[in-house]
């Protein structure tokens, strides 16, 4: 594909429940990073997969969430036990070469 | 600890004035300093990106960006603002092995015709 895609684009799940949210990365970028963007607020790093290398999760703000990437395909973000501080829209983002982030469209996550 | 300030959080300009957006940072090393424009609907575009050399950048859209080492800021501009630049601005500094990214908390800019 052209660009970096996310599913699902909106998601709205009852407070307690787990959800996956899926991004399927430009091919060949290797380095692929999660962020939450709470409502007018900025972009708050979660997590960044680059090839094959060991994840670094220091963003993740609790063991509720992980995420999982296999070599350079999908990555999919897990939130078990959502909470309503969990609302956000989650972006995820691919990097070439040039350390230029190609951002997807974001999943909006709502928490009843 | 890093960080990135963009102390406007709204801002309204005339079709045709001059436009700059306030970035400043904190950060231990050597800044990758980014602006990134995020319109309705759409995704996070980036402007323009600063890693070394000439402190004054140019970027798409007719966006320029100047890097000041002593004031720790990173200001975007633009001379002439057209209606279609309405959107949300966001300032972001790179660590340095990109593992990471600080974003600024967003700019929204209004342009009244």
């Known amino acids: 594909g052209a660009g970096v895609s996310q599913s699902p684009s909106n998601k709205v799940t009852e407070k307690g429940k787990d959800v996956e949210l899926r991004c399927d990365p430009i091919?060949?970028?290797?380095?692929l990073y999660w962020y939450r963007q709470r409502l007018g607020q900025g972009l708050e790093f979660l997590i960044y997969?680059?090839?094959?290398?060991?994840?670094?999760k220091s963003g993740l703000p609790s063991d509720r969430f992980s995420a999982e990437r296999t070599g350079e395909s999908v990555s999919t973000l897990t939130i078990q036990r959502t909470q309503q501080e969990d609302s956000a829209v989650y972006l995820c983002?691919?990097?070439?070469?040039?350390?230029?982030?190609?951002f997807g469209p974001g999943t909006r996550l709502t928490v009843t | 600890a890093q960080s990135v300030t963009q102390p406007d959080i709204h801002i309204t300009v005339s079709e045709g004035a001059s436009l700059e957006l306030r970035c400043n940072y904190s950060y231990g090393a050597t800044p990758y300093l980014f602006w990134y424009v995020q319109s309705p609907g759409q995704g996070l575009q980036l402007l323009l990106k600063?890693?070394?050399?000439?402190?004054l950048v140019q970027g798409i859209k007719g966006f320029e960006a100047e890097f000041k080492r002593s004031q720790s800021s990173f200001n975007l501009r633009k001379p002439s603002v057209h209606w279609s630049d309405a959107a949300e601005y966001f300032c972001?500094?790179?660590?340095?092995?990109?593992?990471?990214?600080?974003f600024g908390s967003g700019t929204k800019l209004n342009v009244k015709p």
């Open positions: 983002a691919t990097r070439d070469r040039h350390y230029e982030q190609y």
């Open positions: 091919s060949g970028h290797t380095a």
């Open positions: 972001a500094v790179g660590a340095y092995n990109f593992n990471k990214f600080y």
């Open positions: 997969f680059q090839g094959n290398s060991a994840p670094d």
């Open positions: 600063y890693f070394s050399g000439d402190t």
